[in-house]
């Protein structure tokens, strides 16, 4: 029951909210203006921009990519000098080199993979002034490219009578990234989280500066008699952690932390946050592309896999734990949950957390049973389940656009989207997007496995294959979750999680974006009998496989070396046990 309310809910909040967005960046006058127009005036003139000017793909592109640079060195140099900067008044030391460059870039990236432990290594300017600014402008910028991704889709943003006339080759205008970006920050990230971070300071999650208060110990007679309980401004870093599918928490155990994640309202609260703007955004794509049948039938795709993968993880973690097989007890899999939470809701979160690249836990999931562990990796494969915000839309964008092309060819038409045709050169791109994934994301993995030195891994056998799969697979996802037990804070890890965190981030953004400028440029083919309608059961039902049968060929032996076969293995130590 509490299931379905907190899914049911999202649905419902989504649906305005994504309304709110159509308005916001659909280019036309919007009650918001007068609200936050004369404070984006003012930051574009700091920044030196003319937010009116449109910019075709390339421009738009190094703009987001040189905006990231910029901010990637400035936290880089934050993190490397917190403890001779001021708000640290817990004397809190610097990350060493590696660390501080791994957490600049998973923060930037929108992935927020964490090998540090929040309240023991960052001072509160770390944790206020880059953790959450990059919290807040990162999904803003991945958000900016899906905007002109959709603009593209239909031939680029319309500004004059004359721009509607363009030839064929020429370049579109698909809108200002500055404009996008900052848009995204202060009219949709930054009220919600102000009033998601005010619905959990009042269920008692912190929300202070002061410094960490040391109290005695509840069992007094111990060699500890004392501990220090870690406090600060977690409420409003939790709000836009959840909201922009950053993941990143203030406590080393994320929302498993009682002080993060205190009551099930505040639960509650966190798990419809973690969908809310992504499930937003294909109603939003529906208004922006004015094809509101596609957004139903993306709504459906991606609402059919979502389902399949909670009822999946859900019916696994009610399971008993393979380790008290022969045991009285054979109640679900408690291991590495919160007694207050439990197996059901703990799975759900496991599972949207890896559909929308959000990364943050209420559970470990290096406990989850064998089949929940498969679809936790499943959600970060696809990528394109609700998704991260902006970049999940894009890469489901990716997904129709194979699913265009092998459509065409089954009915021996050139395969088209909106009326502009997906051809040699779009489709060598794609081929690009196809391999990519596996090709990082195996390989760092095998070599990672074959030199013990450096794997780092608490388990032997096939889980711990599995826990080294699962983390180049969530940095390369944008994801940031981890199975753990794995000693990830060294050289190797740092720096090979970096280069698979910008490999993840950006080829996966800017490649969509240069088909989507590619698109623009071509004449719309006007809608015929022989077009291929988007909206109906059938494309979506070829959608469905064809997002399965491209993961399942890619990864079926990872699988079967992963969780498969340890599921396997586990079911044989039962029955042997019996």
Same mark, same amino acid.
């Not at 005010?198 to 111990?222: D, F, I, K, N, R």
């Given at each position: ?423 040699? #050169?779009? &489709?060598?791109? +794609?081929?690009? %997007?196809?391999? @990519? !994934? /596996?090709? *990082? ?103 469905? #496989?064809? &997002?399965?049968? +491209?993961?399942? %060929?890619?990864? @079926? !032996? /990872?699988? *079967? ?18």
């Amino acid at each position: 029951m509490e299931i379905m309310l907190i899914l049911t809910l999202a649905l419902l909040l989504a649906w305005p909210l994504g309304a709110y967005m159509t308005g916001i960046f659909s280019g036309q006058k919007h009650w918001s203006d007068k609200v936050f127009g004369p404070v984006e005036n003012g930051i574009f003139k700091i920044l030196g921009v003319k937010a009116s000017e449109g910019m075709n793909w390339k421009s738009y592109g190094i703009a987001f990519l040189i905006s990231n640079l910029v901010l990637g060195v400035i936290a880089f140099l934050l993190l490397m000098f917190q403890h001779v900067l001021p708000m640290n008044p817990d004397g809190i030391g610097p990350l060493s080199w590696d660390l501080a460059l791994h957490t600049a870039v998973s923060f930037l990236t929108n992935t927020n993979q964490q090998h540090y432990s929040g309240q023991a290594q960052l001072s509160y300017l770390s944790q206020g002034f880059v953790i959450v600014t990059l919290q807040f402008v990162t999904p803003a910028m991945g958000l900016a490219v899906c905007l002109a991704v959709l603009r593209g889709l239909i031939g680029g943003r319309q500004l004059s009578e004359e721009h509607k006339d363009a030839d064929e080759g020429e370049e579109r205008d698909l809108g200002n990234y500055y404009q996008d970006t900052v848009r995204a920050v202060l009219r949709l990230m930054l009220p919600l989280a102000a009033l998601v971070a005010l619905l959990l300071a009042s269920q008692g999650v912190p929300s202070t500066y002061q410094a960490s208060p040391t109290v005695p110990v509840v069992e007094q007679g111990q060699s500890l008699t004392e501990q220090k309980i870690p406090l600060g401004p977690v409420a409003a870093m939790v709000a836009i952690k959840q909201l922009g599918t950053n993941g990143g928490g203030w406590y080393g155990p994320n929302s498993a932390n009682p002080l993060e994640n205190p009551t099930p309202v505040a639960n509650a609260i966190e798990t419809i946050a973690l969908v809310l703007i992504p499930i937003a955004i294909v109603f939003m794509a529906g208004g922006l592309l004015r094809q509101r049948g596609f957004a139903r039938m993306s709504l459906a795709v991606m609402g059919f896999l979502s389902l399949f993968c909670v009822g999946a993880a859900i019916y696994s973690e009610q399971q008993p734990n393979a380790a008290f097989s022969g045991l009285a007890e054979q109640a679900g899999n408690m291991e590495g949950k919160e007694v207050r939470l439990g197996t059901d809701l703990s799975a759900l979160w496991a599972t949207l957390t890896t559909q929308t690249s959000n990364g943050s836990v209420n559970a470990m999931h290096d406990s989850l049973n064998p089949v929940a562990g498969l679809v936790t990796r499943s959600g970060m494969l696809i990528n394109a389940i609700w998704g991260g915000i902006g970049c999940g839309f894009v890469n489901f964008i990716v997904y129709v656009w194979i699913a265009v092309f092998i459509a065409g060819l089954m009915i021996g038409r050139t395969p088209e989207i909106f009326g502009r045709k997906l051809e040699k #050169t779009e &489709i060598s791109w +794609l081929g690009v %997007l196809l391999v @990519l !994934p /596996s090709a *990082v994301i195996l390989t760092f993995t095998a070599i990672t496995v074959a030199i013990p030195a450096i794997t780092g891994n608490s388990n032997p056998g096939l889980h711990g294959i599995a826990q080294v799969f699962y983390e180049y697979t969530s940095a390369f996802a944008n994801n940031g979750s981890g199975f753990e037990g794995l000693g990830d804070n060294t050289p190797w890890w740092n720096i090979s999680c970096v280069i698979v965190l910008l490999l993840g981030r950006y080829l996966p953004l800017v490649i969509p974006l240069v088909i989507a400028g590619l698109l623009a440029k071509k004449r719309q083919i006007p809608v015929s009998n022989g077009t291929l309608p988007l909206h109906n059961l059938t494309f979506g039902v070829t959608l469905v #496989t064809v &997002i399965l049968i +491209l993961n399942f %060929l890619s990864f @079926l !032996p /990872s699988m *079967v070396l992963g969780p498969i076969g340890e599921a396997l293995e586990l079911t044989s130590i039962a029955g042997d046990l019996k």
